[in-house]
């Protein structure tokens, strides 16, 4: 039997999106979303935690939008004057990113862990537990990494991308998503992300998930709201993942090929 991981990110991002989560796991194949628990709207998408078991609710960890949890004060790097985290696009366009030790200046092992940490925290407090799992969000740098390594071993919790690779999960999502050049600029084109068909970018790979014991297929489902908008610009292909998330013709396929939706839970350590 197939076992596919179907993830949806940025849970708590904005209202609109994270309706459009719990939409995506009611009514569609979404069984795994990771809270941005730095954001105003986290406590919000927290309550509806609890009433679905089926869900595994890890923490995307972001340092790119929105603001951020620790002092920021004490995080001077990753912010702006208002403590609002500076946006990938910014990020990336800084000469520094090219090179690992300009990474590490733009992203400093202390203010890193200091913040993550603080995320971290701030889930447990307003969901009374930890993380199922942790995933990085957007950008993603080596001092960043590292303290989300430390982290699933401090806690004994799975790392996203350290198990998909384990497991080796990943290949068909990978390949799918290699030569978009979105992913390195973090320019995202409005009208790219209302031609977006993410039902067909899942089928172009179904063949290849199936043949693969465990597979995971990772997107970012939500509805659009005027906060999304100004937070962020992959906006508008949230609701095309979140209609691929809930396609009868892709729960149609999970059925006739006898998919079994599975979780972190499921996952070999």
């Known amino acids: ?45 927290v309550s509806f935690m609890k009433d679905r078991p089926q869900a595994c609710f890890g923490i995307d960890f972001n340092l790119v939008a929105g603001p951020c949890v620790s002092d920021p004060k004490e995080i001077p790097h990753l912010v702006d004057e208002n403590g609002m985290f500076l946006k990938s696009g910014l ?65 004994d919790i799975p790392y996203s991308s350290e198990i998909w690779q384990k497991l080796n999960m990943d290949g068909p999502v990978n390949k799918l998503f290699a030569s978009s050049m979105s992913s390195t600029k973090k320019v995202f084109d409005p009208n790219d992300q209302l031609n ?28 659009v709201d005027a906060d999304l908008l100004t937070l962020t610009t992959l906006s508008l292909e949230r609701a095309k993942d979140a209609e691929m998330m809930m396609s009868e013709k892709v729960m149609n396929w999970v059925k006739e090929n006898n998919v079994e939706l599975i979780t972190y839970r499921e996952l070999p350590r």
């Open 91 to 155: 990020r990336v366009r800084d000469p520094r990113w090219q090179t690992v030790e300009g990474r590490a200046e733009l992203f400093p092992y202390d203010e890193v862990n200091k913040e993550l940490r603080a995320q971290f925290d701030r889930f447990v407090k307003l969901a009374g537990r930890k993380p199922e799992y942790l995933h990085e969000h957007s950008i993603s740098s080596e001092n960043y990494r590292k303290v989300i390594h430390e982290l699933s071993v401090e806690h």
């Open 1 to 45: 039997m197939t076992k596919i991981l179907f993830q949806g990110d940025d849970f708590g991002f904005t209202r609109g999106v994270t309706l459009g989560i719990i939409d995506s796991i009611d009514r569609g194949v979404l069984r795994n979303t990771g809270l941005f628990a730095n954001m105003p709207t986290a406590e919000f998408a």
């Open 196 to 223: 977006k068909d993410t039902v067909e970018q899942f089928f172009s790979i179904a063949d290849e998930m199936i043949e693969n014991e465990r597979s995971v297929f990772c997107c970012h489902p939500g509805y």
